[in-house]
């Protein structure tokens, strides 16, 4: 088995577990979205191979952490350029824990119709 290969399922399972973490807290409010889960383990099976190929020799467990911060980074910037762009508001901030339009319409959060 390959470096490579091997690093692309470490990344795989890293991100799988963050998907399954991110699923557990956010489902009950959000609903479940096949896209947002399967995210993750798709960028750490992308991003794990780059980061063995410039740190070489890390232990497995190391390079798992490592692919887990720089997918909660990298997707936490991604989701902050498109809220600042206007592409993106986060479903916990319009409906609120029980379903309820919250009532501050913050600049940041708030889109107003056109």
């Known amino acids: 088995m390959g470096t490579a290969f091997r690093n692309a399922v470490i990344g795989a399972l890293a991100g799988t577990l963050v998907a399954i973490g991110g699923a557990t807290k956010d489902a009950p409010y959000e609903g ?21 190929a410039y740190v070489p020799n890390l232990p497995p467990l190391i390079l798992a952490l490592s692919t ?43 889109v107003r119709p056109s």
């Open 68 to 110: 887990i911060a720089v997918e909660r980074a990298s997707v936490e910037a991604y989701k902050l350029y498109r809220q600042s762009r206007g592409e993106y508001i986060p479903s916990k901030f319009i409906y609120g824990e029980w379903g309820h339009p919250l009532p501050n319409q913050n600049a940041v959060f708030y």
């Open 32 to 52: 479940f979205k096949m896209k947002t889960f399967l995210r993750s383990p798709i960028i750490g099976a992308v991003v794990t191979p780059i980061l063995g």
